[in-house]
């Protein structure tokens, strides 16, 4: 009996031992708690050293770059101009602001320039992914573009020659932002006029045949460009036909 109240006793403390040391501390920590300091400015907004693509493009009639990474700009107002198109919300965008953007490229020689683009939209955050050069921007400021299928290229006006990728039949330029107030040691190639930009309006004469009047029936219109020169002739055969219907291809 003695034995066994003492196994019974050691078996109690084993148990007392055993609970405490498989007892818990639990404690909630963050990374403030940690480090109280911040680990760089603004740590909850993304870095904006970040190459962005740029897609150069002969269809936009203005340039619109991301307003995402505000160093970038200078020169920032407002505008009338409004934009339609593949957004990340539905509709048409406006408020929007133009300014001058600044970025580092590399041209084909190595070289690494400063790509100044005035008269720029300015896409507000969210707005889209897609950030396009107007292709009519860049030739009004001097600049030339040389299509290709696999190694398109753009030649600044001061020199320096840029051949684009191509993604997805898209033509891509990779430009790295920087602080447009900070000045640095990299030659300036500007992508636009600094004067104010309205999209231009061009009308090409096209080449096709122009009927001597719209109410001339189309089975008389052979009739009219092979009859006699005489002017009198011509009136007096488009008098006679005007108002008269004809049976197609007749």
Known sequence: MLLESQLMEESD????????????????LTIDDINPHDLYPHQD????????????????????????????????????????????????????QIGEFHGLIKLDNDEVVRLVIPEAIALPPG???????SDTQFLLAGNGYKSDLKKPQVKFSTGGTYTM?????????????????????HRQVYA??????????????????????????????????????????????????MGMQAQKDS
């Open 127 to 133: 707005t889209s992914t897609t950030y396009l050069l």
């Open 45 to 96: 907004k993304p870095t904006t050293k970040q190459p962005i693509d740029l897609l150069y493009d002969t269809g936009a009639s203005i340039t619109m770059l991301p307003l995402d990474y505000a160093p970038a700009w200078r020169n920032l107002r407002p505008c009338l101009h409004q934009l339609t198109g593949c957004f990340a919300n539905e509709g048409t965008a406006d408020d929007l």
């Open 192 to 241: 636009h006029e600094s004067t104010k930009y309205d999209p231009p309006t061009y009308y090409n004469n096209a080449v096709h045949t122009r009927r001597p009047s719209a109410k001339t029936p189309p089975a008389y219109q052979w009739h009219l460009r092979y009859a006699c020169a005489c002017q009198a002739v011509l009136q007096r055969t488009q008098v006679n036909v």
């Open 13 to 28: 403390e084993d148990k007392d031992s055993s609970s405490t040391a498989l007892q818990q501390c639990v404690q909630t």
């Open 165 to 185: 990728a191509v993604k997805l039949a898209h033509k891509i330029m990779e430009v790295l932002p920087i602080a447009a107030n900070k000045n640095t040691e």
